[in-house]
T-cell receptor, first 113, second 110 residues
Framework: GAGVSQSPSNKVTEKGKDVELRCDPI?????LYWYRQSLGQGLEFLIY????????KSGLPSDRFSAERTGGSVSTLTIQRTQQEDSAVYLC???????????FGPGTRLLVL | QKEVEQDPGPLSVPEGAIVSLNCTYS??????FMWYRQYSRKGPELLMY????GNKEDGRFTAQVDKSSKYISLFIRDSQPSDSATYLC??????????FGAGTTVTVRA
């Protein structure tokens, strides 16, 4: 079946602009996760959704970052007023819930100039 | 000190050799343990998933978890050039917030 999909694959933006990153989880997966992968920091947890609710937002690095999930499916990660340090690969994963493994998408490569 | 420590390598082995990878961790509350494989410019691919201590085998892959030593391992038997990738260990207290190692880059020479 289809895996997790993310769009766009690559995004180049100018410092100060807002960006939206999209994640389509595996059909039927109720849990959705966002991570960020950068050279210096490795893979870091950002936020977790169970259905449309986000019980844990503790990994969001600043209030410029926000995420939402609608219909228990698609999720959007928004970064406002992008900074150069936001340049990274943003990865989305989904699972069927507690006690089950997370499956990752291909990621969105964000470059802030 | 990082919560999960993983030697970044690089590790280079001849085809057919056993690849041995490991991670140590400091959080005794971790109870879910995973290994992911990541090819260049791709997302992580789940290889092994274990709960608590013990061994798990899947084809050429064997994962071991020793919670008393806070140490996990992944062994790849009969390694192939297609196994060349970065291998990431990951672990979690409650299976939603994963903590990752830095990843070990492996090259299998034909």
């Amino acid at each position: 079946g289809a895996g997790v999909s993310q769009s766009p694959s690559n995004k180049v933006t100018e410092k100060g602009k807002d960006v939206e990153l999209r994640c389509d989880p595996i059909s039927g997966h109720t849990a959705l996760y966002w991570y960020r992968q950068s050279l210096g920091q490795g893979l870091e947890f950002l936020i977790y959704f169970q259905g449309n609710s986000a019980p844990d937002k503790s990994g969001l690095p600043s209030d410029r970052f926000s995420a939402e999930r609608t219909g228990g499916s698609v999720s959007t990660l928004t970064i406002q007023r992008t900074q150069q340090e936001d340049s990274a690969v943003y990865l989305c994963a989904s699972s069927t819930g507690h006690g089950n493994p997370q499956y990752f998408g291909p990621g969105t490569r964000l470059l802030v100039l | 000190q990082k919560e999960v420590e993983q030697d970044p390598g690089p590790l280079s082995v001849p085809e057919g050799a056993i690849v041995s990878l490991n991670c140590t961790y400091s959080n005794s509350a971790f109870q879910y343990f995973m290994w992911y494989r990541q090819y260049s410019r791709k997302g992580p691919e789940l290889l092994m998933y274990t709960y608590s201590s013990g061994n798990k085998e899947d084809g050429r892959f064997t994962a071991q978890v020793d919670k008393s030593s806070k140490y996990i391992s992944l062994f790849i038997r009969d390694s192939q050039p297609s196994d060349s990738a970065t291998y990431l260990c990951a672990m979690s207290e409650d299976d939603y917030k994963l903590s990752f190692g830095a990843g070990t880059t492996v090259t299998v020479r034909a």
